[in-house]
T-cell receptor
Framework: GAVVSQHPSRVICKSGTSVKIECRSL??????MFWYRQFPKQSLMLMAT?????????EQGVEKDKFLINHASLTLSTLTVTSAHPEDSSFYIC???????????FGPGTRLTVT | LAKTTQPISMDSYEGQEVNITCSHN???????ITWYQQFPSQGPRFIIQ???TKVTNEVASLFIPADRKSSTLSLPRVSLSDTAVYYC???????????FGSGTKLNVKP
């Protein structure tokens, strides 16, 4: 099946710094990608939809100035957590449906810890 | 998007068949039903997708009644490695967003 990768797999940063997480579709193109956040023992929460060549659309309650999304190519979307705080510590997961396909493929996730 | 309701948790023993039911009373005509499996600290993994009646693949079967207001994921002869959270999602295939429900935590015991 199709593969979605994320980098880094885990990152620790200091409060107030920014962290960038990459999501790549390795063997297919994706005009749309999705970003989720998952806290321990909770379900995935959709944060935003990343659209290639245009602005991301954010779910209600998600601060777009804090979670910057860039979808610069058909295989790469990035999520930047700006001015990170300990409450941003979470598991961030991206997903992508192949163009013309019907199934969403999920990345392995990125564990962010803000100290 | 149709909201889904699943049992929070289920217990089973190795070798048993497990059936997890999901309710989606407000499913739309264009919506498909998709099930994912998630292990701790990993991204969800696709299990099976269907629109109506029955779908079977190498790992599971999906049963959907005629009114499509519910669906049942059937896992034959589970093993310890099937211990995971299982999510039922409903959405159309125009790559609309997936909103995850609470999922079902399946605990397989030896």
């Amino acid at each position: 099946g199709a593969v979605v990768s994320q980098h880094p797999s885990r990152v620790i940063c200091k409060s107030g710094t920014s962290v960038k997480i990459e999501c790549r579709s390795l063997d297919f193109q994706a005009t749309t990608m999705f970003w989720y956040r998952q806290f321990p023992k909770q379900s995935l929460m959709l944060m935003a939809t990343s659209n290639e060549g245009s602005k991301a659309t954010y779910e209600q309650g998600v601060e777009k100035d804090k979670f910057l999304i860039n979808h610069a190519s058909l295989t790469l979307s990035t999520l930047t957590v700006t001015s990170a705080h300990p409450e941003d510590s979470s598991f961030y997961i991206c997903s992508a449906p192949p163009t013309g396909g019907y199934e969403q493929y999920f990345g392995p996730g990125t564990r962010l810890t803000v100290t | 998007l149709a909201k889904t309701t699943q049992p929070i948790s289920m217990d089973s023993y190795e070798g048993q068949e497990v059936n997890i039911t999901c309710s989606h009373n407000n499913i739309a005509t264009n919506d498909y039903i998709t099930w994912y499996q998630q292990f701790p600290s990993q991204g969800p993994r696709f299990i099976i997708q269907g629109y109506k009646t029955k779908v079977t693949n190498e790992v599971a079967s999906l049963f959907i009644p005629a009114d499509r207001k519910s669906s049942t994921l059937s896992l034959p002869r589970v093993s310890l490695s099937d211990t995971a959270v299982y999510y039922c999602l409903v959405g159309d295939n125009n790559f609309n967003k997936f909103y995850f429900g609470s999922g079902t935590k399946l605990n397989v015991k030896p």
